[in-house]
């Protein structure tokens, strides 16, 4: 709520997320399997105080992972080096920046690892109590029972990963999907992962969104506003050329 005033007042008023920060405390203990790093991205680095405030209660539940951040045109870069012609080509059709990113999260936990977090999500816990060093993989289960994409963790070269990465390439190729959930979403995650074949933790015990900001501060310098209003107006996917 201080934030309506505080931007009343500075109207203009942005912060900037970095695309790398350095771990607050050195790493302790085991080797983790997957690596700890959490990876973010957004339409800009750019944000209101809502968000940073988020960034940060972020860093402070993990001290010792680094972070690791990409607006729209890094996203596109990363891929575009580390993927071939297919996926790039794949993603490039992508006309709704939620459609984009949930591809992206994909690609760069199956190259990098790591952990995934919403721009709007935070750790309830801190992240490596949440991620026990010896897991490769954490998938968040939400209050309906059913898996989400807004946090989740990963080794690199996850077969479950390559899995629903094959998914949304297939499902962008035969574009029958009209909404951003089910073509590059959560629905991929619940067509494909089975809930007592994949480790999993609550929402309630690891992320939470919404908690910082809201759908105004998140979106405020855009004018398309959030993906569900976005993709009544725009083609999820743009046709493929002849």
């Not at 750019?46 to 993990?62: G, H």
Request: charged share 20%; glycine share 4%.
């Amino acid at each position: 709520m201080l934030s309506y005033p505080f931007h009343g007042l500075f109207p203009k008023k942005r912060f900037t997320l970095p695309a790398y920060a350095r771990p607050w405390l050195k790493p302790s203990g085991q080797a983790a399997a997957i690596p700890r790093i959490i990876w973010q991205t957004n339409f800009t680095d750019q944000v209101t105080l809502p968000v940073y405030l988020n960034y940060l209660f972020n860093r402070l539940m993990a001290p010792r992972f680094e972070y690791r951040f990409m607006v729209t045109e890094a996203r596109h870069q990363f891929i575009a080096q580390h993927y071939g012609d297919e996926i790039i080509d794949s993603y490039s059709r992508l006309q709704i920046g939620a459609a984009q990113a949930d591809f992206w999260r994909l690609l760069v936990l199956q190259h990098h690892g790591g952990v995934y977090l919403d721009i709007d999500a935070h750790a309830i816990w801190p992240l490596s109590d949440i991620i026990p060093a010896d897991i490769e993989e954490l998938y968040v289960v939400t209050r309906r029972g059913d898996f989400s994409n807004y946090f989740f963790a990963s080794k690199p070269n996850n077969p479950n990963l390559e899995q629903l990465i094959k998914q949304v390439n297939s499902n962008i190729k035969d574009n029958q999907l009209t909404n951003v959930f089910d073509l590059t979403g959560p629905g991929v995650f619940n067509q494909w992962l089975k809930m007592d074949e994949v480790p999993t933790v609550s929402y309630r015990h690891a992320s939470n969104q919404g908690s910082f900001t809201n759908e105004h501060f998140q979106y405020i310098d855009k004018a398309a506003g959030k993906w569900t209003k976005e993709q009544k107006t725009v083609s999820i996917i743009r046709p493929e050329e002849k």
